[in-house]
C-alpha cells in the first residue's frame, strides 16, 4: 500500500514538473513573439505559433485560427495557408484536410516540433539573422 502511495506522488510531482516547464517555455515564446525587437520570418512565425499552440494541447490546428493567434502578437504572415503549404513540403508540417475558403488543418510533425525547438534555442541565444534550417 505504500508503495502505490509513494508511485503515485512521484507521478504527481513528475506531471507538476512537466507543467511548470510547459508554462515557463510558453512564457519564453510567447515573450518572444511579443518583442518586436526578434525577427521573425513567416515561416519561423507559424512554426513558433505552432509550437506554442501545441504546447498549450491543441492538437490540430487551422490556419485561421493561427491567423488570428499571430496576429494578436502583429506576427501574422501575409498569407498563412501559403506558408503551411511550402511547410508541408519541407515536411515540418503535416496538413489534414483542407477546410472552406483554403483554410488548412495542421500539425507539426516530429521535425517541425524539433524545428520549434532549434529556432528556440537560437533565440536564447540571441542568433541574429535566425532563418529555419528546413526553410531558410
Given amino acids: 500500500m505504500a508503495a502505490k502511495r509513494e508511485i503515485a506522488e512521484v507521478e504527481g510531482r513528475s506531471a507538476e514538473d512537466q507543467d511548470r516547464e510547459t508554462a515557463r517555455v510558453l512564457g519564453e515564446v510567447w515573450g518572444y513573439l ?34 488570428i493567434f499571430l496576429d494578436s502578437y502583429g506576427r501574422k504572415p501575409a498569407n498563412t495557408t501559403t506558408v503551411v503549404d511550402k511547410l508541408a513540403k519541407k515536411e515540418l508540417v503535416a496538413v489534414e484536410d483542407a477546410g472552406p ?27 541574429g539573422g535566425m532563418r529555419l534550417s528546413a526553410v531558410g
Fill in 34 to 67: 511579443r518583442d518586436e525587437e526578434v525577427p521573425l520570418s513567416g515561416p519561423e512565425s507559424v512554426v513558433l505559433g505552432a509550437f506554442c499552440k501545441h504546447h498549450e494541447g491543441v492538437e490540430l490546428l487551422d490556419s485561421k485560427g493561427l491567423n
Fill in 101 to 127: 475558403h483554403s483554410h488548412k488543418k495542421f500539425r507539426l510533425t516530429k521535425a517541425g516540433m524539433e524545428e520549434g525547438w532549434e529556432l528556440i534555442k537560437r533565440l536564447r541565444r540571441g542568433t
